[in-house]
């Protein structure tokens, strides 16, 4: 196993849930599912139907403000070991190329993900548009 491997995965942003790190990890009490804080704070506030009619981004049970998303805490007896923690390696020991191309993998997929999210966006802009462009043109001949 590869250490790029060794972490679980948040699935909205693709990066490595790791709970020693800066970024602070929530979950989905209604579901448990686990995610960045950063991550489901913003998928909540862009979620269809707003924070109110909230779901998870995995099994869409429902979230928000009924089921808030609880903090999760992590205590460490010492350091990470070094495989495990591939940001903690010596630069001059050299890159294990497998290690890389699994890295090259995660991020390509990152890419694709974080391209269709900004086609779904731009999709839901324009159909908004149409909408606010029709309701225009209607109050204006009404009126």
């Not at 849930?17 to 704070?41: W, Y």
């Not at 974080?114 to 225009?136: F, P, T």
Request: proline residues 8%; glycine residues 6%.
């Amino acid at each position: 196993m590869t250490a790029a491997a060794a972490w679980p995965v948040c699935t909205i942003c693709y990066e490595d849930l790791r709970p020693l790190s800066d970024q602070h990890i929530c979950c989905l009490p209604s579901c448990g599912h686990v995610f960045h804080a950063l991550c489901l704070e913003q998928w909540l506030e862009y979620c269809p139907g707003g924070k109110k009619k909230g779901t998870c981004p995995i099994c869409k049970h429902p979230c928000g403000v009924a089921h808030p998303p609880t903090r999760l805490f992590f205590q460490s007896t010492g350091a990470c070991p070094t495989q495990a923690c591939p940001s903690s390696q010596n630069a001059s020991e050299g890159a294990d190329p497998e290690e890389l191309a699994a890295e090259v993998t995660r991020l390509e997929q990152k890419a694709v993900s974080l391209a269709r999210v900004i086609e779904e966006q731009r999709d839901g802009i324009k159909k908004l548009n149409a909408e606010a462009s029709a309701a225009d043109c209607f109050s204006r001949s009404v009126c």
